[in-house]
C-alpha cells in the first residue's frame, strides 16, 4: 500500500507532530507512542544552518529545547533554528521541557532518522515542510527533503505538506509523491485552478475555515482533504461526514489500528 491508497480508507487520524500528547512533540519518542494510535504521523522539518534537515515545529529552539538554559548560546537570542549548526542542535534537550517533573532528555531528531524509522516499522508519514524561505533558497530546501526521501527509499510511504506552496510545485518536478498544500487564514483565489497549478493531491485546511461546501467540491475535483487541528471526537465525525479524509489530532488516537 502506499499513501494515496492509504487515503482511499475512511476516517484516518494523523498523530500531530507525533503523538505529542504521550511524549515530546517531533522526537523519536513521539513516533514510537504513535505506534497502533493512529493512520500515519505528521512531523514538521527545517534545516540547520548548515542546510541538514532536522525535525521541529517552531522558527525557535526556545519553546522546545533547554537552550535558554546554556550560557554558552546566550549570543544567539532569539534561538533561531537556522542561526544553529547540527552539532550545536545535537547538543541540546528536546525532552525535559515536556516531562516536567520527571525531567527526560530526548535527542534531537533529524529527517533522516525519522525516515529511517517510518520505513523499519512500516509505516506513513506526512511530511510537513516549514517556510523557511527567509533563510534558505526553495530549491536548496527541496532538493534536501527530496534526497532524504530518496536515500531512505520513502517515497512510497510519505505525503509532503507546506504553507510555502513554492516547494510543493518544485517537488513535484523531482519526485513521484503526493503533495499536499497547507492554508491557515484564507482559501486561495480560484482554489481548484490554483490547486491543479500547484500540481497538488490534496488541501489541508484549519478547521476554522471549514465549510461542507468546499469539502464537497474539493472532494468532487479529485482532491482529498485534511484537516487541523482537531481534539474533539464529535467535531472529527461531523468532518469525516462532510466528506474530510484526515484529521490531525493532539489526542484522538485509535486503541490499534
Ligand atoms: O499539517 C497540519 C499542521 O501540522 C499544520 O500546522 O503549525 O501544527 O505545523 P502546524
Ligand atoms: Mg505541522
Redesign the pocket.
Known sequence: MNFLELLSRPELIAA??GANSLAPENTLSALKKSIGRADFI?I?TQLSKEGIAIIM?DDTLLRTTNVSQLSEFDSKKPYKVSDFIYDELKRLDYGSWFYRDKAQAEPLLTLHDALIFIKKNNLFL?L?IKDISSAFGDKEVVDTVVKEINDTLCSDRVLV?SFRHEYLKLIKTKLHIPTAA?VEDAHPKELISYLRELGVDGY?LNDELVHRGSVEMLREEGFFVGV??VNSAIRSHELFEMGVNFV?SDSLYKDKI
Do not use: M
Open positions: 500531530h507532530r505528521e514538521d515545529h506526512n510537513e505538506s497547507l489541508c487541523y487541528t490531525f
